[in-house]
Nanobody, 120 residues
Framework: QVRFVESGGGLVEAGGSLRLSCATS????????MGWYRQAAGLRRDLVAE???????NYADSVEGRFTISRDNANNTVYLQMNNLKPEDTAVYYC??????????????WGEGTQVTVSS
């Protein structure tokens, strides 16, 4: 019913930048809160940044000032601009979206994840 297309991950040197994108499509009435989470090897999945439909944002302390989340409501897409990347940012990054379906059921969905690796 809902499809995610995540892109933008890869390998970058410390201090570099990457931009992640996550486009949702399918039987969608509206997309509400969207966000990015990350999971490093052996650790739990943690919030990186989230954005409401109206543009209110929230960031993890560890990325505040380096990462910027934004969204395109017309295309149900969320972005994460990551600057001044550090080796500790290495993780699989997952997109999450709270979606109201055409059936009027609301639930959250996860993307499949995209690997970000930062070399020192």
């Amino acid at each position: 019913q809902v499809r995610f297309v995540e892109s933008g991950g890869g390998l970058v040197e410390a201090g570099g930048s990457l931009r992640l994108s996550c486009a949702t499509s399918g039987s969608i009435y509206s997309v509400h809160d969207m966000g990015w989470y990350r999971q490093a090897a052996g650790l739990r999945r943690d919030l990186v940044a989230e954005i409401s439909r109206t543009g209110s944002t929230n960031y993890a302390d560890s990325v505040e000032g380096r990462f910027t989340i934004s969204r395109d409501n017309a295309n149900n897409t969320v972005y994460l601009q990551m600057n001044n990347l550090k080796p500790e940012d290495t993780a699989v990054y997952y997109c999450k979206a709270d979606i109201l379906l055409l059936s009027m059921n609301k639930r959250h969905y996860w993307g499949e994840g995209t690997q970000v690796t930062v070399s020192s």
